[in-house]
């Protein structure tokens, strides 16, 4: 009777709506597999990457960058970045950050911010440093008959990405020759692996072109063109050559890099111009290269067979390794797809998004904002990955914290302020850039928030030794930032302050919803990391966290901010991010009534101007805060909402939004909501994937999420 009872009880697990259907572990590389990318023809919105989150090559359907004309004036740039890859144009006039100072007044002090982007200074420090493409690399015809390739010399295109094993193959017919190309990149090395193989390369009617550009047009800050006008302005130096390999060293001012080519085979290579190299076999029709990249000293000869293998190792442990979700099953039709954006994330923010130097928006595929990066991003882009029991990769941006906290200790001092100022806009140096961003405020809890994650994640005397400084310094910050008002015995926040929802006066915005929520979650993790650290609570902390302002609402709904409670009341207050419903999505709630946030989501769902300005990210946004609430079935509608603009995935798996062909924000939002709706938060409903609806029309088979604080 006990073990008919226990049978039982196993079967009404698995017959309850939502829930896991059974306890066996989900089949992960045919989870992957059914979401392998497979085109058959051009798109120019869905070129693939390899990549290992500090490099990463982008093809065509050819597998290489033979048409980047046709994808950079209709689609998405197939390019070669590494994270490292910096210039800087000269600064003879020694411009700096205070140059392009504009002063507000506020709380009885004037200070400067450098917000003018007008003038030359602005501009200067704006535009640099910016970053730095790597050779492009495609198929060129050469001989008497030779002409520029086109997408007419392309057909019976069968390209396939196994994401599995990290690998690109692409089979087409290139002027009526067969073409076949294989890719991968180094977990360990910025190094591409080719293999190729056609009749062409052995007839003479074409080979591997690698040229080195100066760097990008410089006129637009989103998706530029490489630059080959100025063939003078850089050098390419041929360091060494032997019959199989190639060692060539770029310099472009200060900017410096070195590639070394690799063959098993001899090779014929030649110099048809300057910066430009033409590669094809000794002899028959295969050619296998590495291709290596390195900003200090001569970048390592590497063997194509050990790339692949590296490769598929590396997936594999990857793959096998934290969280997986399997959908099908699911009688919602959109569960497929939402599976699909699911692994497809997975894969881009982990061949893009990896570094120790924070991504830029577009990661590794395309320079956006000059390749900088926007720290209000950072916990978008890498909270998902602690969530999904891949911790490393939060870890790695964390570091760049730590490294630049001594640059967030001088913004502080230089604007009155104790502790760390995180900059907003920044490239490696940690050099804020001018415009609205030093205003911005919502990136200032994010160090200590994803702390937070990875102490969960590691709940160890290491894992606070390693960021206790970053948390309590950003803490201090925090704090001095607040301001005491006599006549409310309150702190309030700002102003000048430019809040996430981006339209409203920096100079007289007061006290952001969800700002207000997030300074209060922030100190508080500060205060338990004292406790864990066998510290007292900071007296002055806790006494601006617990005087802390209301959150701020009006006829029963949050409002943006206090100063300008005119959310519900004009339209034009009501584009750009609802960002006041991350108080109880992202964030648990502090200062947070979940019957008033329910209300306010619903006004959101209802009456948002959808249209003007809403990005990839707004939508898993408010499907987190909907789980919070208790409203699944509108979690799920949002997530997949597509009647908006910005909420869809090309066949890469990449989330265009306005401008922005890819926007890795979208993937990385998706993935957090993702992991929150289906592993659970602090306090969810005690049932499997409680974010999703529990009618029976999801089948959520979860394991190995965290739960969201």
Known sequence: MKTQSIWLACIALIMLPGARAGTAQIDRPALVARHDPHLGAIDTMAPLSVGNGRFAFTADVTGLQTLPELYHDKGIPVETQARWSWHENANPKGYKLSDANRDYTAWGRTVGYPTNTKSPAGHWLRENPHIQPLPQIGFVMTGADAHALTAADVSNIDQRLDMWRGRLDSHVQLLGQALSVSSTVNPDSDTLALRIASPLLASGRAAVRIALPLGYKMGDHHNPPLDWSQPQAHQTRVLAQTANSLVLEHTRDASHYTMTL?????????????????????????????????????????????????????????????????????????????????????????????????????????????????????????????????????????????????????????????????????????????????????????????????????????????????????????????????????????????????????????????????????????????????MPRDAEWEKRRTHLSALPQKDGKYVALESHPDTWDNIDSRHDHPSFLMALGQLPGDGVDRETMRRTLQAVLSNWDWETKIWGWDYPMIAMTAARVGEPEKAVSVLLKSDGPNNSYTQAGHNPNTRLPVYLPGNGALLAAVAMMAGGWDGAPSRPAPGFPADGSWVVRAEGFKALP
Do not use: C
């Open 262 to 534: 690799t063959s098993g085979a001899p090779l014929k290579i030649s110099h048809p111009r300057e910066h430009v190299f033409d590669i094809t076999p000794g002899s028959g029709e295969k050619l296998d290269l590495t291709i290596s990249f390195t900003r200090q000293g001569q970048a390592p000869a590497r063997d194509a067979a050990a790339v692949f293998q590296a490769s598929e190792a590396h997936w594999d442990r990857f793959w096998r390794s934290g969280a997986a979700v399997d959908f099908s099953g699911s009688k919602d039709p959109r569960a497929a797809e939402l599976e699909r954006r699911v692994v497809l994330s997975q894969y881009l923010t982990a061949i893009q998004l990896g570094d120790e130097l924070p991504a830029s928006e577009s990661g590794l595929t395309t320079s956006t904002w000059y390749g900088k990066h926007h720290t209000e991003m950072v916990w978008w882009h890498t909270a998902h990955f602690a969530l999904w029991g891949r911790p490393e990769y939060t870890a790695r941006t964390l570091d760049w914290f730590n490294r630049t906290l001594p640059a967030a200790r001088a913004v502080a001092a230089s604007r009155g302020l104790q502790g760390a100022r995180w900059m907003k806009m920044t490239g490696p140096e940690g050099r804020e850039s001018p415009g609205g961003n030093p205003l911005i405020v919502w990136n200032q809890p994010h160090a200590i928030h994803l702390a937070e994650l990875l102490y969960r994640a590691d709940p160890s005397p290491a894992t606070l030794q390693r960021y206790r400084a970053l948390v309590f310094e950003t803490a201090q910050g925090m704090a001095s930032m607040l301001h005491w008002d006599e006549k409310g015995q309150r702190y309030v926040l700002g102003p000048p302050l430019w809040i996430a929802q981006e339209i409203y006066d920096q100079a007289t915005s007061m006290n952001p919803t969800y700002e207000l929520s997030y300074w209060a979650r922030a100190l508080e993790i500060a205060q338990e990391w004292r406790e864990r650290l066998g």
